[in-house]
């Protein structure tokens, strides 16, 4: 069964600082990852997907990294602001095309 | 496009009572699912489906059942409702083979039993 954990759970960090997210999961046979943002009280955007042939994928000022072997994905967000705070879920799809999610890490930017 | 379309958006049942939460997609899609959300933690899958008339069970379906007559529907049911089921439930779909098959999920349904 794929696990997928995310570190750490919440993040508060002044504007224009970077952010880094961490995901890790146990199974390394996965087809995608994927990852989400979440506002409260609404449902899941989706930022930036990574096949599992890739390495990285980029977006605007957001960057995610995927390292299969030792299953782990790292989101960076480049000179945060305020409009970045938000829950940030990691999901992994396995080859059976289930999506497992992390718990999220909620991160509040300062003005 | 509408894309995925849940309802209701908030419902209160009480212990006992059953309900239908309705989730549709107007993006083709083969593959849909059910999750549940509850604080702090990650979304857990109820049901999902590859296509219409097949149907699968995820990591937390009992006092759920689902259907998929068509590709475009995936309603939930909740059948004598209990206050464990409280949570929000998410739907999603997605398109098998396409490259950068990202999964598109709905606004969520916001569901209390007392």
């Known amino acids: 069964k794929q696990e997928v954990t995310q570190i750490p759970a919440a993040l508060s960090v002044p504007e224009g600082e970077n952010l880094v997210l961490n995901c890790s999961f146990t199974d390394s046979a996965i087809y995608n990852l994927q990852w989400f943002r979440q506002d409260p009280g609404k449902g899941l955007t989706s930022l930036l997907l990574?096949?599992?042939?890739?390495r990285e994928q980029t977006s605007g000022r957001l960057n995610a990294s995927l390292d299969k072997s030792s299953g782990r994905s790292t989101l960076y967000i480049a000179a945060s602001q305020p409009g970045d705070s938000a829950t940030y879920l990691c999901a992994v799809r396995s080859n059976d095309y289930k999506l497992s999610f992390g718990a999220g890490t909620t991160v509040t930017v300062r003005a | 496009n509408a894309g995925v379309t849940q309802t209701p958006k908030f419902r209160i049942l009480k212990i006992g009572q059953s309900m239908t939460l309705q989730c549709t997609q107007d993006m083709n899609h083969n593959y849909m699912y059910w999750y549940r959300q509850d604080p702090g933690m990650g979304l857990k899958l109820i049901y999902y489906s590859v296509g219409a008339g097949i149907t699968d069970k995820g990591e937390v379906p009992n006092g759920y059942n689902v259907s998929r007559s068509t590709t475009e529907d995936f309603p939930l049911r909740l059948e004598l409702a209990a206050p464990s089921q409280t949570s929000v439930y998410f739907c999603?779909?997605?398109?098998?083979?396409?490259?950068?098959?990202?999964?598109?999920f709905g606004e969520g349904s916001w569901l209390t039993v007392v």
């Open positions: 990574i096949q599992s042939s890739q």
């Open positions: 999603a779909s997605t398109r098998q083979g396409e490259v950068g098959n990202t999964i598109y």
